[in-house]
């Protein structure tokens, strides 16, 4: 659906084809309902303000999300809002009426399983470079994971680190990292570059209730090696233990488990899909 | 004209659009021939290779902009190739056929007059991540661009200069950047961001027929405030004397004149319009 019309094409002229001018978001469908609504409706508005792109209203994305995925019982749900089209050139003129793009595709295969048994990961070579204008939103321009994500094929290994240029970890190719040492939870400041994820929020809130401390801070490749426990987080795949990165193993430990279960009755809380 | 026919919508599946996933060449056609075809063509086929994508064939690209291009004396040609439409997530497959987007713009209004009465130019707080693996090339991921020639309404300004985060001097929003003191020719070294630009090449070959001794390397706001001249380039503004960076005025020296004038002297000869 376009712009509120069941259509599938849009202009070749819009900004988010042309500049990658927009933001998006990947939302959890399950039992018919958008899992996490307000927050990522939230973020997505948040990413509209940072990048001065009119923000959709909510009701109206709410309206056309259900007509998307009207009698989809599981799947996932995709929002993107462009700059749409202005004349030539970078200038983000005023006058541009915002693209919406609801898109309903189906839920990736492997999200279940990995909860139990746990991901390999790789470290990628690609570096994410600093933005903070952009850092923490979800914005279009996505070339550092489309070359990282391409530096592997092997089907065994389900993710790919990423460090910035001073050699901090950030975050998965498409997840959060997350580690634990000594019953601390830790996760990279993303002020600089990255995505800030909604379950990487709704995990360090329910760190509050484990409880357990959380670090928002530089974490490099010695943090990681020291970790006792490491996670990875988004919004369909909830939280993956991480088994080993290179060749360091890790076990799926007590903390991790026990924010999985925390997790999952959150999920169980109907309430909890819209919030 | 989209893959070979006349149309100008394309898939919200595209990862043109999703990930910015592609590059494109904005070519100058004047007296209705694409100018500097050849060096176009090299670095969008650089920039495929570098994301992954398949080249398209040149032969067929120009055929497909003589049809888009017939019958108009002057005008933009703007040749966009993104990866395709493949299954969801970040991972390039190798099975997407890619998309060719070839479109057709008005000549920008004020170009010509530039040339002689020269441009004033401003300093964007916006800076350029660096990203060894983009920088170059004409990516679709172009935020920082859009975020940059934000900060700006005034017509009287003409250009933003982009520094990195390390206080290196890079580029403009749409022009690449030659500084020149003591008749040497410098322009920024381009290896962790920016956009090397054809005019930019084409400039530093003119050099040699000055002659005048050309330097690749850092540049920062010192260079710049010593600069006994200024100027930026692309392929369609050609070459623009900067008579004033913030409150610091430059004159449009014998240097930039002679360029100019070499410019032209170029553009003058049919032959060079395809190479």
């Given amino acids: 659906m376009i712009n509120g019309q069941a259509a599938d094409g849009i202009s070749s002229l819009d900004r988010g084809l ?20 307000l927050r990522h409706l939230a973020r997505l508005a948040a990413g509209c303000e940072r990048l001065g792109i009119p923000q959709p209203e ?11 995925i009207s009698g989809v019982n599981r799947g996932v749900l995709k929002i993107i809002v462009t700059r749409g089209c202005t004349g030539r050139g970078y200038r983000p003129t005023n006058d541009a009426i915002p693209t919406r793009i609801i898109q309903l595709h189906p839920w990736p295969d492997d999200t279940g399983t990995c909860h139990g ?28 994971q489309v070359l990282a994500r391409g530096e592997w094929a092997d089907p065994g290994i ?13 975050e998965g190719t498409m997840s959060n990292l997350f580690l634990i040492r000594d019953r601390v ?13 909604i379950l990487r929020t709704v995990v360090m809130e329910l760190a509050a209730k484990v409880p357990m401390p959380l670090q928002i801070r530089a974490l490099g490749l010695d943090d990681l090696r020291g970790a006792d426990e490491v996670f990875l987080t988004n919004s369909l795949i909830g939280i993956w233990p991480v088994i080993a990165v290179e060749d360091r193993p890790y076990r799926r430990g007590t903390l991790t488990c026990r924010l999985q279960e925390l997790l999952k009755d959150l999920s169980s809380d109907g309430d909890a899909w819209l919030n």
């Fill in 58 to 68: 909510g009701e109206r994305l709410l309206e056309e999300s259900r007509l998307v």
């Fill in 185 to 197: 939870l830790m996760t990279p400041d993303l002020s600089r570059c990255g995505v800030a994820g």
């Fill in 158 to 170: 389900h993710e790919g680190l990423l460090l910035d240029g001073h050699g901090c970890l950030v």
């Fill in 18 to 37: 042309l500049y990658g001018d927009g933001v998006f978001e990947s939302i959890g469908v399950e039992a018919g309902q958008p899992r996490f609504w």
């Fill in 117 to 144: 048994s746990g991901v390999r990961v790789r470290l990628c070579r690609q570096r994410l470079g600093h933005n903070p204008a952009l850092a923490g939103i979800k914005h279009l321009n996505r070339l550092e």
